[in-house]
């Protein structure tokens, strides 16, 4: 069973950077299409990014230019670097493969 795990989170003040991780047992995300979507309050969650196993990545207009997901050769973490942050990408993100959903890591960007 694939139970990913998020950490990174934490509080910046705009126009800083944060970097995220989601981390799973085995090589998995060598092996398998990820993605990363976050939740604002109130909101929708939202698609931010994906990254597929072939390596191709996909990213939201919203972050386009400001957020980078690339994954580790070992394939078992994968990383979401965030930069120039804006108070509209403040929300818990969270990372998804194989349909499992991790806990979930806040961003909060103050203005």
């Known amino acids: 069973q694939v139970q990913p795990v998020e950490s990174g989170g934490g509080l910046v003040q705009a126009g800083g950077s944060l970097r995220l991780a989601c981390e799973a047992s085995g090589s998995i995300f060598r092996r398998n299409d990820m993605a990363w979507y976050r939740q604002a309050p109130g909101k929708q969650r939202e698609l931010v990014a994906s990254?597929?196993?072939?390596?191709?990545?996909n990213y939201a207009d919203s972050v386009k230019g400001r957020f980078t997901v690339a994954r580790t050769s070992n394939g078992y973490t994968v990383f979401l670097q965030m930069y120039n942050l804006k108070p509209e990408d403040t929300g818990i993100y969270y990372c998804?493969?194989?349909?499992?959903w991790g806990p979930g890591t806040q961003v909060t960007v103050s203005s």
């Open positions: 990254l597929s196993a072939n390596g191709a990545r």
């Open positions: 998804n493969i194989l349909g499992a």
